[in-house]
């Protein structure tokens, strides 16, 4: 099993553009997560799919579109990058988003606009 | 908005001696979930305690719960220069805000382990 996986692992924009960061499980489960990691600050929730055909804003929303395609994908696009956009982007799944069960994570995507 | 603070936010230590660090939250929580991650990688889940438990072990892993104190501990014995990486809490199981229960992470303790 891959587990979780994401393309691209590494991305360069220029401010304006736009891109989807791709992500895949193999585990069956049912909720899946896209998270931003920045210096000193953690792991933040931009949005979350608690099944499959339902999306749901987390912490940092803004700037940001998600699609469930599928049980196994989710993806997240920016449709106008901005450079406060620059982190490295997380996906997650687990088995449901009730926040009882454990979290597997993608090895991320590392994101610089310019 | 962060639930869990950890502390210390960095921590050198030598081969062979016990690490010790320590997580903060705020608010009622159903579990704690502590993860661990190499740098450059994702996080890798390591050890889940319920409000309803005060110790877990797990390997060099010891986890303490202390709900009153809205605190927990993680204590790695032994440390070896592989367990060099950023180790995370996670607080779950309740509803905060709009996020149904998701988890929330801290900021982080960077733990060096020198050979």
């Known amino acids: 099993n891959a587990g979780v996986t994401q393309t691209p692992k590494f991305q360069v924009l220029k401010t304006g553009q736009s891109m989807t960061l791709q992500c895949a499980q193999d585990?069956?489960?049912?909720?899946m997560y896209w998270y931003r990691q920045d210096p000193g600050m953690g792991l933040r929730l931009i949005y979350y799919?608690?099944?499959?055909?339902?999306?749901d804003k987390g912490e940092v929303p803004n700037g940001y579109n998600v699609s469930r395609l599928n049980k196994r994908e989710f993806s997240l696009r920016l449709e106008s990058a901005a450079p406060s956009q620059t982190s490295v982007y997380f996906c997650?799944?687990?088995?449901?988003?009730?926040?009882?069960?454990?979290?597997?994570f993608g090895p991320g995507t590392r994101l610089l606009v310019l | 908005s962060q639930q869990g603070e950890e502390d210390p936010q960095a921590l050198s230590i030598q081969e062979g001696e016990n690490a010790t660090m320590n997580c903060s939250y705020k608010?009622?929580?159903?579990?704690l979930q502590w993860y661990r991650q190499n740098s450059g990688r994702g996080l890798v889940h390591l050890i889940l305690?319920?409000?309803?438990?005060r110790e877990k072990h797990s390997g060099r892993l010891r986890v303490t719960l202390d709900t009153s104190k809205k605190s927990s501990s993680l204590l790695i014995t032994a440390s070896r220069a592989a367990d060099t990486a950023s180790y995370f809490c996670a607080t779950g199981g309740m509803n905060y805000g709009g996020s149904q229960g998701n988890l929330i992470f801290g900021k982080g303790t960077k733990l060096s382990v020198k050979p």
């Open positions: 305690i319920r409000s309803n438990e």
């Open positions: 799919s608690a099944s499959e055909g339902t999306t």
């Open positions: 997650a799944s687990s088995e449901t988003s009730r926040g009882r069960e454990t979290q597997y």
């Open positions: 585990m069956n489960h049912n909720s």
């Open positions: 608010t009622s929580i159903n579990n």
